[in-house]
């Protein structure tokens, strides 16, 4: 190329080449301006190579800020459907000062002459992008060792460290191009594997299992990529709902090798791991947790508690008690953990309590921050393809009615939780609000009350208001109170019951 000795001049007047090897401690930015040369140039001789190059390179790849605005004018000519060639774009770059010391507007037609082949067109771009990437590195590294020394009340080393790895992971994934056309004939086949494995599963479920039979069939199983939204007022079970549901599908994977089930994450913002896996323990001893506690417990019980503890100790259940997390750090941990134990199943309790990447400063921008928590969420469940289940709490508005049961306008702080998730689900208890409304006694509504107590006792709703790709509608469900249970209405609980 006749510009060789120019590029030379340049990188020298950067660094003269005896200067840096008098002073060891100078780095010049990874570069190669020879495969951002090769792939101009073949840009300019074959428009169609930019097919190929579109959906990974950006201008700002480019080291050199000339080859950066000859790649935006290509771009721009392409994408109008003009030629972009070294005589139509000539009259762009005649006066441009950096392209003097190379030849002026004649370096386009350099660039073009120089180029024997378009066939590697998609190799330099890779090349660039990958040194684009060695020097966004270099500047994540000088961020961190400012950030580091810099000591403030606002941001502490935690804050840092989630900084630097939501960088670095926003970063590895600004190149991934994924996706793209699917023929129909690949996406029915994938359709009838789905439905082949529906009709050779137990109760016909093509996600990963709530445990909870009437919900499986109304759901079909949690799914990949969906977000899934557990939303209900205080003490209405949310969390138990949630730690039902995580532990019966660990359970499943840990009882069938695999098989079915999943391995869960499960973010407890609100409750400590060990009140959670104390919820859990209680469940599969079927002892009261209040008893446990208070160590109200026999010898028997005993016994059974500490033969559960020995058979939870297989369960893949991974639980993450750090509060106020960043939803850029549960994307962290949610990717961490996938790769060193694996994960298919992720459960944020509870929504409200995650924190967007930007500081919290009024009520306006803490629902633009709660949009972000939602997109967030679901990007992990699309980019681990693996079903997110958040938990979210409602307004006050629903105190205010007389049907209490909560309608998706009762999403507290965003209309993005809505719009966001595949599916949201309502926790309900009748039970509940019937204790706290006792009429007068002796009177008719005090009779009426009795009967609508014997109806609701010890059962839940699990109201399903939005489903993308299902039917929506109400599941009834057992609660045992005492040990915080979610169960199949109709299932014959035994006082023995254990893991």
Same mark, same amino acid.
């Given at each position: 190329?006749?510009?060789?000795?120019? %590029?030379?001049?340049?990188?020298?007047?950067?660094?003269?080449?005896?200067?840096?090897?008098?002073?060891?401690?100078?780095?010049?930015?990874?570069?190669?301006? $020879?495969?951002?040369?090769?792939?101009?140039?073949?840009?300019?001789?074959?428009?169609?190579?930019?097919?190929?190059?579109?959906?990974?390179?950006?201008?700002?790849?480019?080291?050199?800020?000339?080859?950066?605005?000859?790649?935006?004018?290509?771009?721009?000519?392409?994408?109008?459907?003009?030629?972009?060639?070294?005589?139509?774009?000539?009259?762009? %770059?005649?006066?441009?000062?950096?392209?003097?010391?190379?030849?002026?507007?004649?370096?386009?037609?350099?660039?073009?002459?120089?180029?024997?082949?378009?066939?590697?067109?998609?190799?330099?771009?890779?090349?660039?992008?990958?040194?684009?990437?060695?020097?966004?590195?270099?500047?994540?590294?000088?961020?961190?060792?400012?950030?580091?020394?810099?000591?403030?009340?606002?941001?502490?080393?935690?804050?840092?460290?989630?900084?630097?790895?939501?960088?670095?992971?926003?970063?590895?994934?600004?190149? $991934?191009?994924?996706?793209? %056309?699917?023929?129909?004939?690949?996406?029915?086949?994938?359709?009838?594997?789905?439905?082949?494995?529906?009709?050779?599963?137990?109760?016909?479920?093509?996600?990963?299992?709530?445990?909870?039979?009437?919900?499986?069939?109304?759901?079909?199983?949690?799914?990949?990529?969906?977000?899934?939204?557990?939303?209900?007022?205080?003490?209405?079970?949310?969390?138990?709902?949630?730690?039902?549901?995580? %532990?019966?599908?660990?359970?499943?994977?840990?009882?069938?090798?695999?098989?079915?089930?999943?391995?869960?994450?499960?973010?407890?913002?609100?409750?400590?791991?060990?009140?959670?896996?104390?919820?859990?323990?209680?469940?599969?001893?079927?002892?009261?947790?209040?008893?446990?506690?208070?160590?109200?417990?026999?010898?028997?019980?005993?016994?059974?508690?500490?033969?559960?503890?020995?058979?939870?100790?297989?369960?893949?259940?991974?639980?993450?008690?750090?509060?106020?997390?960043?939803?850029?750090?549960?994307?962290?941990?949610?990717?961490?953990?996938?790769?060193?134990?694996?994960?298919?199943?992720?459960?944020?309790?509870?929504?409200?309590?995650?924190?967007?990447?930007?500081?919290?400063?009024?009520?306006?921008?803490?629902?633009?921050?709660?949009?972000?928590?939602?997109?967030?969420?679901?990007?992990?469940?699309?980019?681990?393809?693996?079903?997110?289940?958040?938990?979210?709490?409602?307004?006050?508005?629903?105190?205010?009615?007389?049907?209490?049961?909560?309608?998706?306008?009762?999403?507290?702080?965003?209309?993005?939780?809505?719009?966001?998730?595949?599916?949201?689900?309502?926790?309900?208890?009748?039970?509940?609000?019937?204790?706290?409304?006792?009429?007068?006694?002796?009177?008719?509504?005090?009779?009426?009350?009795?009967?609508?107590? $014997?109806?609701?006792?010890?059962?839940?709703?699990?109201?399903?208001?939005?489903?993308?790709?299902?039917?929506?509608?109400?599941?009834?469900?057992?609660?045992?109170?005492?040990?915080?249970?979610?169960?199949?209405?109709? $299932?014959?609980?035994?006082?023995?019951?254990?893991?």
């Amino acid at each position: 190329m006749n510009t060789d000795i120019a %590029f030379q001049d340049i990188a020298g007047a950067q660094a003269p080449a005896d200067e840096q090897s008098d002073n060891p401690h100078y780095r010049v930015l990874p570069h190669n301006l $020879e495969a951002e040369q090769g792939l101009l140039g073949a840009l300019l001789v074959d428009n169609r190579a930019y097919e190929k190059i579109g959906d990974l390179l950006e201008a700002d790849h480019f080291f050199m800020p000339v080859h950066q605005r000859i790649f935006t004018a290509i771009s721009q000519f392409v994408d109008r459907g003009q030629t972009a060639s070294p005589v139509t774009l000539k009259s762009y %770059f005649e006066k441009d000062g950096d392209l003097k010391d190379l030849g002026g507007a004649g370096y386009l037609a350099d660039l073009a002459g120089s180029i024997i082949s378009v066939i590697n067109a998609r190799d330099y771009a890779e090349t660039v992008y990958e040194l684009y990437m060695r020097r966004e590195l270099v500047s994540l590294g000088e961020d961190i060792v400012n950030e580091a020394h810099e000591h403030t009340l606002e941001s502490g080393a935690t804050e840092t460290i989630e900084m630097a790895e939501t960088k670095l992971f926003s970063l590895a994934e600004s190149g $991934e191009v994924q996706g793209g %056309f699917t023929s129909l004939r690949d996406s029915v086949l994938v359709s009838i594997e789905i439905a082949e494995i529906a009709f050779k599963t137990k109760g016909h479920v093509t996600g990963k299992t709530t445990g909870l039979r009437d919900l499986d069939k109304q759901l079909a199983g949690l799914h990949p990529s969906d977000l899934l939204i557990l939303a209900g007022r205080p003490s209405m079970g949310k969390t138990a709902l949630a730690t039902n549901i995580a %532990f019966n599908t660990a359970r499943k994977y840990a009882q069938t090798g695999g098989k079915e089930g999943a391995r869960v994450g499960f973010f407890s913002l609100e409750m400590s791991s060990d009140q959670l896996a104390s919820r859990i323990l209680s469940d599969c001893a079927n002892i009261s947790g209040h008893s446990i506690k208070q160590g109200d417990i026999s010898q028997d019980d005993f016994q059974k508690f500490v033969k559960a503890s020995q058979e939870l100790s297989q369960i893949p259940l991974h639980i993450d008690d750090t509060p106020a997390l960043t939803i850029g750090a549960v994307r962290t941990r949610a990717r961490r953990l996938k790769r060193q134990h694996g994960l298919d199943f992720l459960i944020i309790d509870y929504l409200q309590l995650l924190r967007g990447t930007g500081s919290r400063q009024s009520e306006s921008n803490r629902v633009q921050e709660v949009s972000e928590i939602t997109r967030g969420l679901k990007a992990i469940a699309k980019e681990l393809n693996i079903p997110v289940l958040a938990l979210s709490q409602l307004s006050r508005a629903v105190e205010q009615r007389d049907d209490k049961r909560p309608m998706l306008s009762d999403l507290r702080e965003s209309g993005s939780i809505e719009q966001d998730a595949d599916v949201v689900m309502f926790v309900y208890r009748e039970e509940y609000y019937l204790h706290r409304a006792e009429p007068e006694m002796g009177s008719e509504k005090h009779m009426q009350w009795q009967e609508s107590c $014997e109806r609701a006792l010890n059962v839940g709703e699990c109201i399903i208001a939005k489903a993308r790709h299902g039917p929506i509608g109400t599941v009834r469900m057992h609660f045992d109170g005492h040990v915080t249970r979610f169960s199949d209405l109709d $299932e014959i609980h035994d006082n023995n019951k254990s893991f």
